[in-house]
C-alpha cells in the first residue's frame, strides 16, 4: 500500500507566479489535511478537506490561498502571485473515515526567489 | 483552543543514554496525543499515539510515552538512544472527534553524541 505521495518535492517559483502542490493520499483515505512548516518551526494546520468538500480551512490565509479535492484526482493547494513568505515546506496528511492517526507524505519545498 | 509546548528546543544526549523529551498540552477534554519524528529533509513518521486507555503507550524503534493527565504532559522516554535518532522530535494534539485537525509544538531538536 503507498504512502502519501506528493509533487512535486521541490519547486521553485519566481514573486508574483502561482504554485500548485500536488497530494496523492493512501489508498481508502478520504480525508486530506495541509500542513506548513516554516523554517524551524512546527508545522502549522492550514486546512482539512474530504472529498470535494472543504471542512475547516481556519488555518488558511485569507487571500491567495486556495485548496481542493475533487472526486477524481489528487488535492491541489494552488497560491497565486507567490512572495518570499511563502517560502516552506508544505506537508500533506491524509487519513481514513473517522479515525485521527494523520499519515504524512514527505512534503514539497518552496522555494520563492 | 488546543495547544502544545515543547519546551526544550535542542537536546544532546551521549549514544547509550536515556532520553525524555518533554511536551505539555491544553485541550479542554481527554486529547488525542502524538510523538512525531522528522529527519532532515524528511516528511513525518508517526512514532506514537495515545487515544485512550492504558497511559503508558509503546511505539516503534524503542520509545514510549506516558499521558498525565493531571500535569498535562505527554513526555517521550527511551532508555538507551542510538546515533540514529538524531532527529527533530514534534509533540501534537488532536480533538477528539469533529474538527480532526492536529495543533503541533515547535519542536525539539536531539543531537545525539559518541
Known amino acids: 500500500n503507498a504512502g502519501v505521495m506528493q509533487n512535486p518535492r521541490h519547486l521553485v517559483r519566481r514573486r508574483g507566479q502561482e504554485a500548485r502542490l500536488r497530494c496523492s493520499p493512501m489508498?481508502?483515505?478520504?480525508?486530506v489535511y495541509w500542513y506548513r512548516q516554516l523554517p524551524e518551526e512546527g508545522l502549522k494546520f492550514m486546512v482539512y478537506?474530504?472529498?470535494?468538500?472543504?471542512?475547516?480551512e481556519s488555518g488558511m490565509p485569507k487571500e491567495r490561498f486556495s485548496a481542493e479535492f475533487p472526486k477524481e484526482g489528487p488535492s491541489i493547494l494552488r497560491i497565486q502571485q507567490v512572495v518570499r513568505g511563502d517560502s516552506a515546506a508544505y506537508f500533506c496528511?491524509?487519513?481514513?473515515?473517522?479515525?485521527?492517526?494523520?499519515?504524512f507524505g514527505p512534503g514539497t519545498r518552496l522555494t520563492v526567489l | 483552543a488546543q495547544s502544545v509546548t515543547q519546551p526544550d528546543i535542542h537536546i544532546t544526549v551521549s549514544e547509550g543514554a536515556s532520553l525524555e523529551l518533554r511536551c505539555n498540552y491544553s485541550?479542554?477534554?481527554?486529547?488525542?496525543l502524538f510523538w512525531y519524528v522528522q529527519s532532515p529533509g524528511q516528511g513525518l513518521q508517526l512514532l506514537l499515539k495515545y487515544f485512550s486507555g492504558d497511559t503508558l503507550v509503546q511505539g516503534i524503534k524503542g520509545f514510549e510515552a506516558e499521558f498525565k493527565r493531571s500535569q498535562s504532559s505527554f513526555n517521550l522516554r527511551k532508555p538507551s538512544v542510538h546515533w540514529s535518532d538524531a532527529a527533530e522530535y514534534f509533540c501534537a494534539v488532536g480533538a477528539n472527534f469533529g474538527n480532526e485537525k492536529l495543533t503541533f509544538g515547535t519542536g525539539t531538536r536531539l543531537t545525539i553524541i559518541p
Open positions: 496528511a491524509s487519513s481514513p473515515a473517522l479515525n485521527n492517526e494523520q499519515f
Open positions: 478537506l474530504q472529498k470535494e468538500n472543504i471542512i475547516d
Open positions: 489508498k481508502g483515505h478520504s480525508h
Open positions: 485541550y479542554g477534554a481527554t486529547p488525542y
